[in-house]
């Protein structure tokens, strides 16, 4: 049998009180339910061919956060916050409700933050994927890919050598793109970078139930810090991905796939549902 391959759709949606957001679709839109996957400094690309293997089961919605790949960012948008702000109106917009918010690298400081603001009840849980966020304790710390140069990032993001990619063989268009996209992080990730001194105090009024994923080999974010943002939530499951980097749904998406089914079922559905 042919299973023929997730339909996608991308449109920019004009929000209310908030910028302009370019969004990719995944699959059918089902009455309420839905994933929002949201991308880190890689960009939404990172995100796409995990949110394609997630629409056969839910629609899947991802954003492109302003500034990202040539879209526009209003100049007040240039916060974690903001962007937080503007995905729980996406989700207004949307009519979206009982909502996984998954969040790789920065994505997963801001899913943390929306979870904080989520005063209309959408969220109904997290999954973090090498997430960003808490201040690190010393001598952890959380490397920033401008200090660190494209050629170093690639070897401590990723454990598979041959998904690092290769800055000789890009075009001076892409290096662009790539710059562009570094730039705009920086305005989001703030300094410090990548960390709100002041978050983890916050998180522990994140009620809905938090999955952590954690790639054993993250060179990017260590794998005790994301076993210390894991302890910050009252309700939060970790779980190591064996062989990935600061990218596990791309070097280990069945095992990430798995670990997001097992929490699906013992945290998420009633019993004998």
Avoid at 82 to 104: H, K, N, P, R, T
Avoid at 190 to 213: A, T, W, Y
């Amino acid at each position: 049998m042919t299973v023929s391959a997730p339909t996608s759709t991308t449109r920019t949606i004009e929000l209310h009180h908030g910028p302009s957001v370019t969004v990719q679709e995944f699959g059918e839109h089902r009455a309420g339910a839905g994933v929002l996957m949201l991308h880190g400094g890689a960009g939404p690309r990172s995100m796409a061919g995990f949110a394609a293997g997630m629409s056969q089961h839910a629609h899947v919605v991802v954003p492109t956060h302003p500034g990202f790949d040539g879209t526009p960012r209003p100049e007040g948008t240039d916060t974690v916050a903001d962007l937080a702000c503007a995905y729980l109106d996406l989700l207004d917009e949307l009519g979206l409700d009982e909502v996984m918010v998954v969040g790789s690298s920065v994505g997963g400081w801001i899913a943390a933050e929306m979870a904080l603001r989520d005063n209309r009840g959408r969220i109904s849980s997290l999954v973090l994927l090498g997430a960003t966020g808490i201040t690190p304790e010393p001598p952890l710390a959380i490397a920033d890919p401008a200090d660190l140069g494209p050629v170093r990032t690639g070897e401590l993001a990723f454990h598979n050598p041959d998904l690092r990619p290769n800055p000789a063989a890009l075009g001076d268009e892409q290096k662009a793109a790539m710059a562009a996209n570094q730039h705009t992080l920086a305005v989001y990730a703030g300094d410090p970078f990548c960390h709100d001194p002041k978050l983890r105090g916050r998180l522990h009024r994140v009620g809905v139930p938090v999955l952590v994923l954690a790639g054993e080999q993250d060179g990017i974010v260590p794998l005790e810090y994301e076993r210390a943002l894991a302890d910050s939530f009252p309700r939060a499951t970790f779980c190591p991905i064996p062989e990935a980097g600061h990218f596990p749904h791309l070097e280990q998406p069945d095992a990430v796939s798995s670990a997001i089914g097992d929490f699906v079922a013992t945290e998420l559905k009633p019993e004998g549902d």
